[in-house]
């Protein structure tokens, strides 16, 4: 069961990852890509793999040493738990370099491998990206907030900007 949640982690993350790299321009994938609401299913994963290990997990969050986590990875589920959550963590951090990369109007042929990278090495992904966005800002090649693209539907509604219920 636990090697089969370890595999089903990416698989529930895989589809969000395959709209933003090859249907970026498609209106729906900025839409989704804009929920955080699009990692529950992992999360649900880290909890089934996290609960059976909590005490192991507790003690490895509450006083952080390598040999505490050690402990931690060695146990199947504590190796699972640790997945789940990298690959929701990554699924997040792929879904805001997606936005701010149509934000600040980067080509798809350059946000598709970038992306692809985030998901393999995603601190490597995103020092490259956050290189590629500070040159971008400086240079001012960002789209006017104005013409940003408008992934929530809210441009004809009056509503831009505004928080829901207030």
């Known amino acids: 069961m636990t ?3 370890f595999e089903i982690a990416f698989l529930l993350a895989a589809p969000f990852w395959l709209l933003m790299i090859f249907a970026p321009r498609w209106k729906p994938t900025a839409r989704i890509a804009a929920s ?3 990692v529950l299913p992992v999360l649900a994963v880290y909890v089934t793999m996290a609960v059976p290990v909590f005490p192991e997990l ?8 390598l040999d505490t986590f050690r402990e931690l990875t060695a146990l ?3 190796a699972g738990a640790v997945w789940a959550q990298i690959i929701a963590w990554d699924l997040l951090l792929g879904q805001w370099m997606y936005l701010e990369g149509r934000r600040l109007a980067v080509s798809p042929l350059v946000m598709g491998p970038l992306l ?4 393999l090495l995603a601190p ?3 020092l490259i990206f956050l290189a590629l966005r500070a040159t971008r800002t400086r240079t001012g ?4 907030a104005r013409t940003a693209p408008d992934v929530h539907g809210l441009a004809d509604s009056g509503q831009h900007g505004r928080i829901s219920g207030a």
């Open 76 to 78: 199947a589920n504590g």
């Open 3 to 5: 090697g089969a949640l």
């Open 58 to 65: 507790w003690t490895a969050v509450r006083s952080p040493d």
């Open 141 to 144: 090649k960002a789209l006017p």
């Open 36 to 38: 955080p609401l699009t």
């Open 116 to 119: 692809v990278l985030t998901i």
């Open 124 to 126: 490597f992904g995103l």
